[in-house]
């Protein structure tokens, strides 16, 4: 199974594990499972550390680099059929980039994005996964 791992799920793999859910978990331990990470989700981290919302224990960098090992992750670029994915959702969509740009990723991949975001979670045409679960 593909599975896209929305940026905040990214963080709690990494920060706060015991907010995912067991069967979250599960998946992203499961060797057979492939891990995607996208560039958008570097992004928004990026943002976030700039911004002080949140705060690494080490440069951004080692960050990812770590989690993206632990994970044994692929990364993702965002091409160009991404972006115009991002804004060629069928049906009614909320306005955040970010989200666009991984519900795209997701849906090209065909990956299940993981995801505690209510907005994402009631879309019902990308494959979801609350991460809760």
Same mark, same amino acid.
């Given at each position: 199974m593909k599975v896209?791992? %929305? ?21 992203? $331990? %499961? ?22 919302? $949140?705060?690494?224990?080490? @440069? ?21 059929? $991404? ?7 069928? @049906? ?6 970010? %989200? ?17 975001? %209510?907005? $994402? ?13």
């Open positions: 896209l791992l %929305d940026t905040h799920v990214l963080i709690w793999t990494q920060d706060s594990p015991s907010n995912l859910g067991r069967k979250t978990r599960a998946l992203v $331990i %499961d060797p057979g499972n492939e891990i995607l990470v996208s560039a958008a989700s570097t992004l928004e981290i990026a943002r976030l550390v700039y911004l002080g919302q $949140i705060v690494l224990k080490v @440069g951004l960098d080692i960050w990812l680099a770590k989690a993206l090992s632990t994970l044994q992750a692929r990364s993702l670029a965002i091409d160009h059929r $991404i972006a115009q994915e991002a804004y060629s959702l069928p @049906g009614n969509f909320h306005k955040d980039p970010a %989200d666009r740009l991984l519900v795209a990723t997701a849906r090209l991949e065909g990956a299940t994005l993981v995801t505690a975001d %209510d907005l $994402i979670l009631t879309y019902p045409h990308a494959q979801v996964l609350d991460a809760h679960k």
